[in-house]
């Protein structure tokens, strides 16, 4: 995920920049609850609490969901359709 620029350099945490991006980005995109997050960052080696999930999200949602709004596809009118035909019993 590009982050955007008005993101902040976050000095003084212990994660990386990129890693809380990811978080916040997960919990907003895929609409999973903190305990969620914490185990998917479990899964990949990373001790955060719910808690703490739960306070990035607080304090950057705004900036990620941001960007998320921003790089969604806008309607327009023009709508294209995918034909599938299925042969069954030769017909």
Same mark, same amino acid.
Do not use: Q
């Given at each position: 995920?590009?982050? #955007?620029?008005?993101? #902040?350099?976050?000095?003084?945490?212990?994660?990386?920049?990129?890693?809380?991006?990811?978080?916040?980005?997960?919990?907003?995109?895929?609409?999973?609850?903190?305990?969620?997050?914490?185990?998917?960052?479990?899964?990949?080696?990373?001790?955060?609490?719910?808690?703490?999930?739960?306070?990035?999200?607080?304090?950057?949602?705004?900036?990620?969901?941001?960007?998320?709004?921003?790089?969604? #596809?806008? #309607?327009?009118?023009?709508?294209?359709?995918?034909?599938?035909?299925?042969?069954?019993?030769?017909?």
């Amino acid at each position: 995920m590009k982050l #955007p620029s008005s993101f #902040p350099c976050l000095k003084g945490f212990c994660y990386p920049r990129d890693v809380i991006a990811d978080v916040v980005w997960v919990y907003h995109r895929f609409a999973r609850s903190t305990a969620d997050v914490e185990d998917l960052l479990a899964e990949r080696g990373a001790v955060v609490s719910c808690e703490t999930v739960r306070l990035w999200v607080n304090r950057f949602g705004s900036d990620i969901t941001g960007c998320i709004w921003r790089d969604r #596809p806008r #309607p327009n009118d023009k709508w294209h359709l995918d034909d599938v035909v299925i042969s069954i019993n030769g017909k």
